[in-house]
């Protein structure tokens, strides 16, 4: 299986945008599954994640109340909903299955979705 991001653009600060991760050539199975980001010149760095069930969430402090992680498991999709976006949130997003507590990425690396926040 792979992951394939898609929903990212240009947006004004303070807008929203939601980025879709559809699994690829499989299913997203039983697996937690992350978002993470990579602005320039910065490390992979982790945003959000979601347990199989949906039951349990985790987010960094950076996004915690603006972000908000789903998925649908029939479809084989994992969403993040942004909003209150800021210049600060312009990076390349990817999804990954995580090992959940560390959030550990342990699966291929998608092409990633660029979002860019315009002040």
């Known amino acids: 299986v792979r992951y394939a991001e898609s929903g990212g653009g240009l947006v004004q600060a303070g807008g929203s945008l939601r980025l879709s991760c559809l699994a690829v050539g499989g299913t997203l199975r039983s697996n937690a599954m992350g978002w993470f980001r990579q602005a320039p010149g910065k490390d992979r760095a982790f945003v959000a994640a979601?347990?199989?069930?949906?039951?349990?969430?985790s987010y960094s402090d950076s996004v915690k109340g603006r972000f908000n992680i789903s998925r649908d498991n029939g479809k084989n999709t994992v969403f993040l909903q942004m909003n209150s976006l800021t210049p600060e949130d312009t990076a390349v997003y990817y999804c990954n299955q995580v090992a959940w507590g560390r959030m550990i990425p342990s699966g291929p690396w998608g092409q990633g979705t660029q979002v860019t926040v315009s002040s």
């Open positions: 979601i347990t199989w069930t949906g039951s349990s969430t």
